[in-house]
T-cell receptor
Framework: GQSLEQPSEVTAVEGAIVQINCTYQTSGFYGLSWYQQHDGGAPTFLSYNALDGLEETGRFSSFLSRSDSYGYLLLQELQMKDSASYFCAAYNNDMRFGAGTRLTVKP | KAGVTQTPRYLIKTRGQQVTLSCSPISGHRSVSWYQQTPGQGLQFLFEYFSETQRNKGNFPGRFSGRQFSNSRSEMNVSTLELGDSALYLC??????????????FGNGTRLTVT
């Protein structure tokens, strides 16, 4: 089976850096993905780690360590528009999602 | 390119009724997945269709079913509705199966309320 755990809420101030962790218990999964969902909107793809290490896409970076069954999403230079829910997801015949982390960015 | 289109956007039904939700994937995408989203529960996988065949099914009762047509459009059906079925139902498409390297593109969902 697959289980992904992430914190339910994170709060940070504008301009800061925040890290959203994701630990998983799954077998035979193919990489770790991250999705962003604004209130009332559709989830949108942010990043994917197929291999261990850091992937950088602009202000967002994602990290995966298979040996630790752990990954994280790093958001730098936080902006108000980054306030949203963030989901980690793992694939093993289908994509399974964590319960989501609600990020609130304060001025 | 048009995104994933889900209809209707909102639906109110009564317990015991049935409902059909529709999803039109991005043109060229052959994989369609359905998810149920409720507050605090994240996205719960319902099923995935690829080339008109159900490839996988999540842990939902048999009241939840779906199908995919030859043009990749998909429908999901929920029979004998229960109050607990109230949720946002999201459809996602991708060009192929195979995981994170083929990202999911989500529609805006259908908000189902069961009274």
């Amino acid at each position: 089976g697959q289980s992904l755990e992430q914190p339910s809420e994170v709060t940070a101030v504008e301009g800061a850096i925040v890290q959203i962790n994701c630990t998983y218990q799954t077998s035979g999964f193919y990489g770790l993905s991250w999705y962003q969902q604004h209130d009332g909107g559709a989830p949108t793809f942010l990043s994917y780690n197929a291999l261990d290490g850091l992937e950088e896409t602009g202000r967002f970076s994602s990290f995966l360590s298979r040996s630790d069954s752990y990954g994280y999403l790093l958001l730098q230079e936080l902006q108000m528009k980054d306030s949203a829910s963030y989901f980690c997801a793992a694939y093993n015949n289908d994509m399974r999602f964590g319960a989501g982390t609600r990020l609130t960015v304060k001025p | 390119k048009a995104g994933v289109t889900q209809t209707p956007r909102y639906l109110i039904k009564t317990r015991g009724q049935q409902v059909t939700l529709s999803c039109s994937p991005i043109s060229g995408h052959r994989s369609v997945s359905w998810y149920q989203q409720t507050p605090g529960q994240g996205l719960q996988f319902l099923f995935e269709y690829f080339s008109e065949t159900q490839r996988n099914k999540g842990n939902f009762p048999g009241r939840f079913s779906g199908r995919q047509f030859s043009n990749s459009r998909s429908e999901m059906n929920v029979s004998t509705l229960e109050l607990g079925d109230s949720a946002l139902y999201l459809c996602a498409s991708s060009p192929s199966r195979g995981g994170g390297h083929s990202p999911l593109h989500f529609g805006n969902g259908t908000r189902l309320t069961v009274t």
